[in-house]
């Protein structure tokens, strides 16, 4: 099992920044990849970034350019900064892990982080 606790929610006028993190815990050793989502009031949740335990990432393109994730292995720790920050970037932010074992893919997610961007 792993445990995902975010953080770094809040509101933020439009162009601003926020940095999210998002810490696991459990069985951390076998996780291949972690990632943000987000899902705005009415809509279907969307990938906003991912990263690979190799350090590969991947965005959306609506964030390419503004958000930047990274990852602190050492801590078992991702981190998402935003920046330029637009009111269409208001949502739940979840973190995500993929851990892989033995062929079977398992997916994991956080409770949810609240980013609201105020124009």
């Known amino acids: 099992q792993v445990q995902l606790v975010e953080s770094g929610g809040g509101l933020v006028q439009a162009g601003g920044s926020l940095r999210l993190s998002c810490a696991a815990s459990?069985?951390?050793?076998?996780?291949?990849?972690m990632g943000w989502y987000r899902q705005a009031s009415g809509k279907q949740r969307e990938l906003v970034a991912s990263?690979?335990?190799?350090?590969?990432?991947n965005y959306a393109d609506s964030v390419k350019g503004r958000f930047t994730i990274s990852s602190d292995n050492a801590k078992n720790t991702v981190y998402l900064q935003m920046n330029s920050l637009k009111p269409e970037d208001t949502a739940v932010y979840y973190c995500?892990?993929?851990?892989?074992?033995?062929?079977?893919?398992?997916?994991?997610w956080g409770q949810g982080t609240q980013v609201t961007v105020s124009s």
């Open positions: 995500n892990a993929r851990r892989i074992v033995i062929s079977t893919t398992y997916t994991y």
């Open positions: 459990g069985s951390t050793g076998s996780i291949n990849a």
């Open positions: 990263i690979t335990g190799r350090g590969s990432t």
